[in-house]
């Protein structure tokens, strides 16, 4: 199983970014998705999920409003539009999977996890 998440880099805060995770070795439609966050020093935290179907969605208060989390089954991919970004969005940025657990936000409900990718946000 790959999770690939790609899309980060430099951005001025306000501005935008779409981080993007490709899935291998899993059939998409069968896992809720996540994405999750995780600053230096900072525990990792819950940023937005998604229900098997997309029908279903579900943000952290630190990002609601802000970003939208959307999938693909067809593509295998998931997708992280975060608009009006803060340097408090800094962080890496992982996707993950679960099979069972269903909308939740603990990290240890989740399956499987990309390698992250880098979002900084400068003021």
């Known amino acids: 199983v790959q999770l690939q998440a790609s899309g980060g880099g430099l951005v001025q805060a306000g501005g935008s970014l779409r981080l993007s995770c490709a899935a291998s070795?899993?059939?998409?439609?069968?896992?809720?998705m996540g994405w999750f966050r995780q600053a230096p020093g900072k525990d990792r935290e819950f940023v937005a999920a998604?229900?098997?179907?997309?029908?279903?969605?579900y943000y952290g208060d630190s990002v609601r409003g802000r970003f939208a989390i959307s999938r693909d089954n067809a593509k295998n991919t998931v997708t992280l539009q975060m608009n009006s970004l803060k340097p408090e969005d800094t962080a890496v940025y992982y996707c993950?999977?679960?099979?069972?657990?269903?909308?939740?936000?603990?990290?240890?409900?989740?399956?499987?996890w990309g390698q992250g990718t880098l979002v900084t946000v400068s003021s």
């Open positions: 070795g899993i059939t998409l439609s069968s896992y809720v």
């Open positions: 993950s999977a679960n099979r069972a657990a269903g909308l939740v936000d603990g990290p240890d409900d989740y399956d499987y």
């Open positions: 998604i229900s098997w179907r997309g029908s279903s969605t």
